[in-house]
């Protein structure tokens, strides 16, 4: 049983320019998560999708947007980035409010 | 009152020690506590939960003392081993199971 997968492993991008990070959850689970985690910091979370809609959202600009799609899979898309956008991006998969698994993360540069 | 302070941020125990790390929530409206380990450059992996109906919790080595009126939990870990060598995060969850997490502590269990 494949655990939660996340695509790409590391990314580099350029100030202004626009990103989309992927996700695939543990078999069986509908609800996915998005953290950032900064260096040395806890992860901080940015919203959850359950059945293809953004269901709750934490302190990040609308330049965070994220879709789910019919088979739970979810992307994060990040516009205008900033150098302070830089960190370790986990998706995190569960059942409807029940223990969240997490994904290796995408490290994401921004120069 | 979303936050969750962690307590210390580093630690150095023996192998064969117990470990003790704690933390500490202000909204009564969490009731779920789970910890996490995270290796470098890994995604954070679940180690053990707890909900506020028990007051402890053990999984192996693993222990969660919960003291609901304190506000406070924490995670023991018993006859350390230096593959026990990580960042440990708390969190709390409501409903949602949104997760709030603490700044995580670096354990180091020396030979």
């Known amino acids: 049983d494949a655990g939660v997968t996340q695509s790409p492993t590391h990314l580099i991008k350029t100030r202004g320019q626009q990103v989309t990070l992927r996700c695939s959850p543990k078999?069986?689970?509908?609800?996915v998560s998005w953290y950032q985690q900064a260096l040395g910091q806890g992860p901080q979370f940015i919203f959850q999708y359950y059945e293809e809609e953004e269901r709750q959202r934490g302190n990040f600009p609308d330049r965070f947007s994220g879709h789910q799609f019919p088979n739970y899979s979810s992307e994060l898309n990040v516009n205008a980035l900033l150098l302070g956008d830089s960190a370790l991006y986990l998706c995190a998969s569960s059942t409807w409010a029940n223990e969240q698994f997490f994904g290796p993360g995408t490290r994401l540069t921004v120069l | 009152q979303q936050q969750v302070k962690q307590s210390p941020q580093s630690l150095i125990v023996q192998k064969g020690g117990i470990s003790i790390i704690n933390c500490a929530y202000e909204?009564?409206?969490?009731?779920?506590f789970p910890w996490y380990q995270q290796f470098p450059g890994k995604g954070p992996a679940l180690l053990i939960a707890i909900r506020p109906d028990v007051s402890e919790k053990k999984e192996g080595r693993f222990t969660i003392s919960f003291n609901k009126s304190a506000k406070q939990f924490s995670l023991h870990i018993m006859d350390s081993q230096p593959g026990d060598s990580a960042t440990y995060f708390c969190a709390a969850g409501g409903a949602t199971n949104k997760l709030i997490f603490g700044t995580g502590t670096l354990l180091a269990v020396q030979p």
């Open positions: 909204n009564t409206a969490f009731d779920y």
């Open positions: 078999s069986g689970h509908d609800t």
